[in-house]
């Protein structure tokens, strides 16, 4: 058996490529290799800054998400400080 010489975890038997990478090798004769290396990068890579607005968000909608919920606790209570 031989390994497919892109993703190197499927076996492939009279094909080069396994069924994965065929669907990736004809995105780039569709679009250009050029153009799938782009919006993969774009798509799949987050540079430092964007990663970290992205935390800062997650981090941010969490705190929200845990006020409004303690928010809620004390509605139910009777215990609501203005």
């Not at 430092?48 to 997650?58: A, F, P, R, T, V």
């Amino acid at each position: 058996m031989i390994t497919c010489p892109v993703c190197c975890s499927e076996y492939v038997f009279v094909s080069s490529l396994c069924p994965s990478c065929v669907k990736v090798k004809h995105y780039m004769s569709c679009y250009s290799r050029e153009r799938v290396i782009s919006i993969l990068d774009n798509v799949l890579s987050r540079t430092e800054d964007k990663q970290d607005n992205k935390i800062k968000l997650e981090i941010k909608e969490e705190i929200e998400n845990k006020q409004y919920n303690l928010r809620n606790k004390q509605i139910k209570r009777g215990t609501e400080t203005n």
